[in-house]
């Protein structure tokens, strides 16, 4: 299994209001969930209030940059819109949330919660995580610090 995300080393580096707007508290975080036809699942709408856009600072760690909603260069939907809508690369039941150093692809998978990797060189799903708390080391999000 792949070496795990330091939930303490997640840091919000993105939110800059004069670069990527207003908090998420001013946003509709996840209006997304109409514009993709899914709902997110609460363990990850946990993470994205707390880390919108967060970037991994270890590069020992799997997760280098965690997409943002929707402020900054790369965003879940612009992500979505290149992998998963023009280049039908990944399949549309993976919600990309994540990228690593080597720009691999982290997804969530919406049918059942699995965290699994989809390698830029070879697009064959590889699960890395049976949950996103297992992928973060955590009992829950709701006590994600």
Known sequence: MAP????QSIMASNVDKRLYGPSMAQMRPFSLEEKFNIIFPDNLKQLYLKYNGGIEESGEEIIDELYSLKYGEN???SIRDMLQITENSIPLNYLIFATTGAGHQITYNLENGQIVLFRKDNLVPQLIASSLEDLFNVDS????Q
Not at 4 to 7: C, K, P, S, T, Y
Not at 141 to 144: G, K, L, Q, S
């Open 141 to 144: 999000f709701n006590d994600f």
């Open 4 to 7: 795990r995300a330091n939930h």
């Open 75 to 77: 965003t879940l939907e």
